[in-house]
């Protein structure tokens, strides 16, 4: 999907709207597969803000993995809103890297690039079924979530404890010794 821009760069037109769907295939994002069973949607514009040219973009997908504490199977909407200035490619050694700039080259941008990228660096790291999703337990197995199980879980939650509240609780035990 290479988009058009001399229209918009030659001060023909104020706007060029974008609106397109792409597949993309599942991902191995660090060690979880994230799955697209449906197409990405890419929708926005290229316009022209005083004497600036913009592309402002929203991206949205629903991606299908497992849930981070309990396996399930989840899916969830995501949806990217980006805005990056656009500036021709001979200026690419004058900017910075962390600047939302987006090249065009020869007055054509390469929007499916552009799309895969955004989608790539916003992927979420970690997905859960729920906020309160219980997991499953460590020891036995079991998923939390549907029953509960006797195993002892306090020595798995201290070494989740933040270390200044670890030497807090190092110094009550000394205290009362
Ligand atoms: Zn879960
Ligand atoms: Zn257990």
Redesign the pocket.
């Known amino acids: 999907m290479k988009l058009d821009l001399t229209a918009l760069l030659k001060n023909e037109t104020d706007v060029i709207d974008i609106s397109f769907e792409f597949e993309e295939m599942e991902i191995d994002y660090y060690g979880e597969i994230i799955e697209f069973k449906e197409p990405v949607k890419v929708s926005g514009s290229a316009k022209r803000i005083s004497d600036e040219f913009f592309l402002e973009v929203e991206i949205n997908v629903s991606i299908t993995t497992h849930c981070a504490r309990c396996l399930k199977e989840v899916s969830k909407p995501l949806s990217i809103k980006t805005f990056d200035e656009l500036l021709p490619v001979s200026k690419e050694n004058q900017i910075e890297q962390d600047e939302n700039v987006f090249f065009y080259e020869r007055h054509h941008i390469d929007l499916l690039a552009y799309s895969r990228e955004q989608l790539l660096v916003n992927l979420p790291y970690k997905t859960v079924c729920r906020e309160d999703c219980a997991g499953i337990?460590?020891?036995?197995?079991?998923n939390?979530n549907v029953e509960s199980?006797?195993?002892d879980?306090a020595v798995a939650e201290e070494d989740e404890l933040d270390p200044r509240l670890a030497q807090l609780s190092e110094w009550f035990q000394k205290a009362k010794e």
């Not at 337990?137 to 079991?142: Q, Y």
């Open positions: 337990c460590t020891r036995c197995g079991r939390l199980c006797s195993c879980h």
